[in-house]
Structure formats: C-alpha cells, structure tokens
C-alpha cells in the first residue's frame, strides 16, 4: 500500500479515473474541493465549492458534475443542472454515472429520510426513499444489475437494472459487524466487488457469488471509497478521511495494485 496524495481530506471520497485525460478525481465532503489528479506525475489542482459536495460525475462533453447538499450542479459555472425540486435528506453522498449515461446518486439523512435519485437530460428523478446513508454502487458488465450500499444495514444489496428503472431489490451479501460497515465500492473486470470499509481499516473484495475472499490492509481506520485506473486500470486507489480519525495516515488517498484490472467508467451524456 502507497499514498497516491498526501492531502488530508476531512472526509475523501469519490475517487474516479479518466481515462481520457489520464486524471484521477477524488473530493473531500467536508472541505467542499475536488481533487484533480495527473496520473503520470501525480502532480494536481484543487477546485473550491460553496457546499459540501458527495460525489461527481465526469460528462462526454468534458464537463463536471458536482452533487452537493441542495442539488446536483455544473462545476464550471455553478448553476444547477436540472429543475428546482426539494431533496429528500441532508445532502447527497455516493453516486456515480450508470450504463445508460444517467447520473445515479443518494442522500444521506438520520432515520431513512434520504433518497435515491436518477439524473437524466436536466431532470432528476427519486427512485426510492428511505435511504440513511446512501453510498457504494456499480453495474454487472451486462448492465442488467446494479449492486448498491446503504451503509447502515451493513450489506450489499442488489437490483435488477433496465432502462433506468430498478426492481427486485434483495441482499447479495452482509457485512460482518467486526469487518466495518461497507462504504464506496466498485466492480473489477471479473465482476468481483471491492467494498471500502468505513472504521475497518481496509478494502474487502467480496467475489460475484458473494463470498467474503480477503481484506486490503489500510493505515487509517475510516476508508471511504475505491475505484481502478491508471495504466490498464490495474491500479486500485483508495481514499479515507481524517474527521474523528487521529492516526497519521488517516485522510490521505492511497493506492495498491491487487492483482486485477478494472472497468472504464460510464460518462454522463
């Protein structure tokens, strides 16, 4: 395990790969920046928002997305990229672009009073509600099924996905409570899952079948997200956050390279 940036996010997140730019992005919640990384020099630029921001999406036209406590919003300019409606939890967390070019993205909010929600061509659209902290989700390599996380239940749970629409919601795996509670996640090429471990300590990479097959080792308690770039997307970076957290290594993004390859990211159309 190496550290990829030395910046301590108070909450890192949302780590992604362009392989277009060769650029990995990464976000901090609570310092409301993302994180625009060089992949061959690791040299990189910070962007500032005026909210706290969960996730983002990267679009076919070279634009940003950025998904932050009221809305989803155009990082260039700061305007709202769909139409005013009232958001059901405190911000959003988690999402990331589906198979069909649609931003997917959650709520966190005490009680379930979050919601997950779908952004396409300027409208978003709730799915479910009864979220509480909406996190991890990736597609199957056919686009038939989408594996989702709220952490709270400590499971990965999964949908039948088609056309924008999910059904069929059941548990694909549960999380041992001394493991950590399950966080960002993504699929490798296998469509094995590798599932960020919030207070765990590490990654843990769960096979398509659900079967628990090893734990990654971090130096920090509180792991927040996972995602597979670099050079034939072979390399897994990982980020963690220092809120709470007092050991050294805690908020940095690190970044290992766990035998496997992973899939291109899907861009927002």
């Not at 709220?150 to 949908?159: A, G, I, N």
């Not at 079948?209 to 997200?225: D, W, Y």
Request: glycine share 12%; aromatic share 12%.
């Amino acid at each position: 395990m190496q550290i990829w940036n030395e910046e301590k996010c108070i909450v890192g997140e949302g780590v992604l790969f362009d392989s277009r730019t060769d650029t990995v992005w990464f976000l901090d919640i609570r310092g409301k920046r993302l994180y625009k990384s060089h992949y061959p020099t690791g040299k990189y630029e910070t962007i500032e928002l005026p909210q706290q921001v969960g996730c983002m999406a990267l679009c076919e036209n070279g634009r940003v997305l950025a998904a932050m406590e009221d809305g989803v919003y155009w990082v260039d300019t700061l305007e709202k990229a769909h139409q005013d409606i009232a958001i059901k939890g405190r911000r959003f967390n988690d999402g990331k672009v589906g198979p069909d070019g649609a931003f997917y993205l959650g709520t966190v909010d005490a009680d379930g009073k979050g919601a997950f929600y779908r952004l396409k061509d300027g409208t978003l659209t709730e799915l479910f509600d009864g979220c509480t902290c909406s996190n991890g989700l990736d597609w199957t390599a056919d686009g038939k099924q989408m594996y989702y996380i709220d952490t709270p239940k400590r499971m990965v749970e999964l949908f039948d996905f088609e056309n924008g629409q999910l059904s069929n919601r059941r548990c694909f795996a549960k999380i041992p409570a001394e493991t950590g509670k399950p966080d960002g996640m993504t699929l490798d090429s296998r469509g094995d899952l590798w599932v960020a471990l919030w207070d765990g300590s590490g990654v843990l990479h769960i096979d398509s079948a659900g079967n628990i097959l090893e734990k990654i080792e971090l130096p920090c308690k509180r792991v927040s997200c996972c995602a597979f770039g670099g050079e034939n997307l072979e390399t897994l970076f990982i980020t963690s956050a220092a809120f709470e957290e007092p050991s050294p290594g805690a908020g940095k993004t690190y970044y290992c390279k766990p035998g496997v390859s992973g899939n291109p990211i899907f861009y927002y159309k």
